[in-house]
């Protein structure tokens, strides 16, 4: 990749769909939490929802802080936090201490900046901050975190290996990571995914095992890693919300497809700081 292809750090694709694109604002992510969502069954059973929808993408949330634990008084970090509204959620429901979300893209915090604004301008201003960075190289000191969390964010970053070494580094001894995200399970999968998706065929998104972030989670002093698909939960109901706006065939509608053949699937992958 050449620097032209790069811009202020990101990939051209990252900068285009987070940017100008706007991803936020596009219907299928109603609520601005940008992600497919955590499923239950009944939501299968009739036409879906915006509310539905909105609070699928919540359960994604309260599922991947459930992993971690209690909670309470913690200091919270999201990477990759979009627009912010999972922090409010974690805020809200968990009662951390504090909640830093971190972007990458400088319009995507314009935009958490205005969604959140009563938080950051309000009584509750000491509890949510927000911070450009990269999963790679975070703005932050050693052992500043008692929990690092990612929601739908890891498939865009460039390097696993330092985001894992950066994520151990920033947590406390006994601090938690929780990260949730969709993956190759086969590596070699990579051109058939960029021909059922066009979100890999342009670079956006990146086919790599889990396997590739356990391993370095293990090898940054991250004990008790473990990884847990959660697909099912995932791909039939993402694929029911989309059955209302996109037609069979269309690619949008084979990440269901992609999941079934075994080139995809979501997991949870969480670990403890040593």
């Not at 292809?5 to 900068?15: F, L």
Request: charge should be negative.
């Amino acid at each position: 990749m050449t620097q032209a292809d790069r811009s202020d750090g990101m990939r051209a694709a990252v900068q285009e769909t987070y940017g100008p694109a706007d991803l936020s604002a596009v219907p299928v992510f109603a609520g601005g939490f940008i992600n497919f969502g955590y499923w239950r069954p009944e939501d299968l059973d009739g036409p879906p929802t915006v509310d539905d929808r909105i609070r699928s993408q919540q359960d994604l949330y309260r599922r991947v802080l459930g992993s971690a634990g209690p909670l309470g008084g913690a200091e919270l970090l999201e990477v990759g936090c979009g627009l912010g509204v999972g922090c409010a959620l974690a805020l809200e429901e968990y009662g951390p201490a504090r909640v830093t979300g971190m972007d990458i893209h400088p319009q995507q915090l314009e935009r958490a900046r205005r969604a959140n604004a009563r938080l950051l301008d309000g009584a509750g201003s000491k509890r949510l901050r927000l911070v450009r960075g990269s999963a790679e190289r975070m703005p932050f000191e050693d052992a500043e975190f008692d929990l690092v969390y990612s929601v739908e964010a890891a498939q865009h970053f460039d390097d696993l290996a330092l985001f894992a070494a950066e994520t151990a580094r920033v947590l406390r001894p006994g601090g938690r990571a929780a990260v949730t995200s969709f993956f190759a399970p086969d590596p070699a999968s990579a051109p058939r995914l960029a021909e059922l998706l066009d979100t890999f065929a342009d670079g956006l998104d990146i086919a790599r095992p889990p396997s590739e972030l356990t391993e370095a989670l293990a090898r940054s002093g991250m004990a008790d890693v473990r990884c847990e698909s959660i697909g099912a939960s995932v791909w039939p109901g993402w694929d029911h919300w989309l059955s209302a706006q996109w037609k069979p065939g269309t690619w949008p509608r084979n990440f269901r497809h992609a999941w079934e053949q075994g080139l995809l699937d979501y997991y949870v992958i969480t670990g403890t700081r040593s």
